[in-house]
């Protein structure tokens, strides 16, 4: 059955609905969302015909001031869309479950090309007269952060054993859900990472963190996100 969809997603929305439909959903209750859907997809993702994370997220925040209600319905119909793409074997971003459930929802924002130029701008002006060493730390924390994809604990936490400046490995240990993973660095943060590690050797050679407290233990995650915050 053909509803008109004009994006890369028709064939899929079109079978979803037709799935619905015969296990006994009304057709109009999923139609209108499809169709503003398919409209939003044509018009700001041409071409695409998958449910990614960042699609999610556009989709989720393209409107301002969208309410608490409005977002809960996108992500219903997101996450449907997407376990039917999986199910016929599609690798599909499927949105979690905390979207859809309780009241309070996270969008994360995305930062421009611009916006991070100027962030890291403003971080690697950053001078403090009492410990020259913390600026250095800041600018080499952010970046690793945001280059290998770091949650803000992962960084704090990171001991030097975890990282291996010689082949550009991080070893991120017990980390959400319990779990441990390898990132790699990039060249240039891995020569970036190098620079700093002889530097905080000297500064704090009895401490055990990558990334030390004044005092040489782990950074509070509250202070780092008033700096965060700064910048």
């Known amino acids: 059955m053909k509803r008109g969809f004009l994006s890369g997603f028709a064939s899929d929305l ?22 503003q859907f398919d409209v939003f997809c044509a018009d700001n993702h041409a071409g695409i015909d998958l449910v ?8 989720l925040r393209f409107d301002s001031g969208l309410s608490a209600s409005v977002i809960h319905s996108r992500a219903a119909f997101l996450r449907a869309l997407a376990r039917y793409q999986k199910a016929i074997g599609k690798a599909a971003y499927v949105l979690p479950d905390a979207y859809i459930s309780g009241r309070q929802i996270f969008v994360p924002y995305l930062f421009t090309d611009s916006e991070l130029t100027a962030l890291f ?9 009492r410990n020259p060493f913390q600026p250095i730390l ?36 017990n980390t959400k859900w319990h779990k441990s993973r390898t990132v790699v660095m990039s060249d240039d943060m891995c020569s970036m990472a190098r620079k700093y590690a002889s530097l905080r050797a000297a500064a704090y050679p009895n401490s055990d963190y990558f990334f030390p407290s004044s005092k040489g233990d782990g950074i509070s995650a509250q202070w780092m996100q008033t700096k965060f915050r700064s910048f």
């Open 14 to 35: 079109n079978g979803m609905l037709d799935l619905k439909v015969s296990l006994g959903y009304s057709e109009q209750s999923l139609l209108g969302r499809s169709r």
């Open 52 to 59: 990614t994370e960042p699609l999610a997220v556009s989709w």
């Open 121 to 129: 701008s403003e971080i690697d002006q950053y001078t403090y007269a």
């Open 138 to 173: 800041l600018s080499t924390y952010f970046r690793l952060t945001y280059t290998c994809g770091l949650r803000p604990g992962e960084g704090r936490n990171l001991k030097c054993h975890d990282v291996d400046l010689d082949n550009g490995e991080i070893r991120i240990v």
